[in-house]
């Protein structure tokens, strides 16, 4: 069982950055493709960044070139960078780990941080 416990939100102003982290237990983080996900209650949960085990990154269209994904397995210990906030930008934001491994899948949860964006 993996644990992941998601920090850094908060209430920021339009214009703003916050820095949330994600940090995993367990030995399989460096092999996982590590996301953050976001969730407001009159969306489903949305995609927002993600990065595989070897760098790659992927971004929603929304927050390309203000969110900046990133990840240090030498602390199992994911960012996520969000600069220039909007408040569209307001949602529950989730850590997510997934992957294969030993003949099986795994897929694990943050309990999620609250980010508010507004004046």
Do not use: H
């Amino acid at each position: 069982q993996v644990q992941l416990v998601e920090s850094g939100g908060g209430l920021v102003q339009p214009g703003g950055s916050l820095r949330l982290s994600c940090v995993a237990s367990g030995s399989i983080f460096s092999i996982s493709v590590v996301g953050w996900y976001r969730q407001n209650p009159r969306k489903e949960r949305e995609l927002v960044a993600v990065i595989s085990d070897d760098g790659r990154t992927n971004y929603a269209a929304s927050v390309k070139d203000r969110f900046t994904i990133s990840r240090d397995n030498a602390k199992n210990t994911v960012y996520l960078q969000m600069n220039s906030l909007k408040p569209e930008d307001t949602a529950v934001y989730y850590c997510n780990v997934k992957g294969a491994r030993l003949g099986g899948t795994y897929d694990y949860w943050g309990q999620g941080t609250q980010v508010t964006v507004s004046s």
